[in-house]
């Protein structure tokens, strides 16, 4: 493992992980201090890297506390990130602001995906991805996660991009950057709370030892964009899209009026989401994520292979 920043602290069994070469997931930590209330956030935390371990690989959730880039958290500081009230989000553009002014944030699909690759870690997984939004024609909002897919080579796995994205644009988006799209054991693209769409995926593959053979091959082409996994939440535990869309419009319609934009975007949408069904959002999300994290896990178990 390189040499890495002095204000980097690696988890002792991240640490382990990395110097003996066993399986690791990288996880963020917008969801914790962005995407959930304390302690449903917490608490999905603490389950989804249990997930992990289950399947036999390490957890590390990625932070910024106080100005220390953490890669893996204690419990102690998973419960003080669940509990802070202004905790920052950060993308490319801030994570050294953060750093530098001994900040704390939760990071975004971007910032997670820097911090795992300066790290060595390979494999990511998160709820969704964000994209392109809904006007971007004339507002140019689109997510730096995007661009940091076209050329940060981690795997990540997510439930698609977030529902709340002009998706079909987002997909193009992707093309253009040289992200590998592969849908897991779907033709269509996952839309998050729902598991599918009427978007083809551009390609499939039906096993993690696959995903992990495909992503062997693009470090042999010294491809150095990243590979998306598309992992649909299991119907069981998805929202009908029929439901799940007037929910949508509604949020959508409820953010114009009220001008929310940029960083605040997702929070606000996320919690009117969680209002607008009753708290059927949020028992979707921690479903999606769980299945992500099970399967990032068997992807990094298959990569060390």
């Given at each position: ?56 690989a390490v957890p ?37 602001f953060a750093i ?173 989401i969680f209002e ?30």
């Amino acid at each position: 493992m390189k040499k890495l920043p002095g204000f980097v602290d690696i988890q002792e069994d991240v640490l382990d992980a990395l110097d003996q070469k066993k399986p690791i997931v990288a996880l963020e930590s917008t969801i914790i201090t962005h995407g959930m209330p304390f302690p449903e956030n917490v608490e999905m935390a603490r389950s989804v890297e249990d997930e992990i371990r289950a399947r036999g690989a390490v957890p590390a959730t990625i932070a910024v506390i106080d100005g220390r880039l953490k890669i893996g958290l204690s419990k102690e500081e998973l419960d003080q990130l669940a509990q802070v009230k202004d905790a920052l989000k950060i993308s490319r553009a801030d994570i050294a602001f953060a750093i530098s002014q001994r900040k704390t944030a939760g990071t975004t699909v971007a910032a997670t995906m820097i911090v795992a690759r300066m790290a060595g870690i390979r494999v990511f997984a998160t709820g969704g991805i964000g994209g392109v939004h809904a006007g971007a024609e004339t507002t140019f909002d689109i997510s730096a996660d995007l661009t940091e897919l076209g050329k940060t080579d981690v795997i990540v796995v997510a439930a698609g991009a977030k529902a709340i994205l002009d998706v079909p644009k987002t997909l193009e988006v992707l093309e253009t950057e040289g992200v590998s799209v592969v849908g897991f054991c779907t033709d269509t693209l996952p839309a998050f709370w729902t598991s599918g769409s009427d978007l083809d995926i551009p390609l499939r593959l039906d096993s993690a030892e696959e995903i992990a053979a495909f992503q062997k091959v693009r470090d042999e082409l010294e491809l150095e964009a990243g590979l998306l996994v598309a992992n649909p939440i299991p119907v069981d535990d998805e929202i009908p899209a029929e439901i799940m869309n007037g929910y949508i419009s509604a949020a959508q319609a409820e953010m114009t009026a009220q001008g929310v934009s940029g960083k605040q975007v997702t929070p606000f949408f996320l919690q009117r989401i969680f209002e607008l069904s009753n708290g059927e959002s949020l028992k979707a999300n921690i479903a999606l994520v769980k299945n992500n994290a099970r399967l990032a896990a068997d992807i990094a178990v298959a990569f060390h292979s």
